[in-house]
Nanobody, 115 residues
């Protein structure tokens, strides 16, 4: 299904944002869902991914600052709470959904952190 992302924007260093990603189809529960990001001139990298059992893998650079959560067991909707943002967190953030039927990516949402 189509992934609908929201919540990006411009924030000062030390501030917070919450990203949302919803699967418009929601016909089958995910096996994994979460966020990647890509900064200018860099490769896309993992931010946080949640498995169907709720276990979440975070990038070392965001541990203790970012929290990935799920709306409910019945919905393929996740939230990424980002606290204590740093200029190095500036990137386009992409939602990723994996189901038994395959993998989908969102269109990306820009997060800009000013110093």
């Amino acid at each position: 299904g189509q992934l609908v992302e929201s919540g990006g924007g411009l924030v000062q260093a030390g501030g917070s944002l919450r990203l949302s990603c919803a699967d418009s189809d929601n016909s089958i529960s995910f096996t994994a869902m979460g966020w990647y990001r890509q900064a200018p001139g860099k490769q896309r990298e993992l931010v946080a991914m949640m498995a169907s059992n709720g276990i979440t893998n975070y990038a070392d650079s965001v541990k203790g600052r970012f929290t990935l959560s799920r709306a409910s067991a019945a919905r393929n909707t996740v939230y990424l709470r980002m606290n204590d943002l740093e200029p190095e967190d500036t990137a386009v953030y992409y939602c990723k959904l994996t189901t038994p039927w395959g993998t989908s990516w969102g269109q990306g949402t820009q997060v800009t952190v000013s110093s």
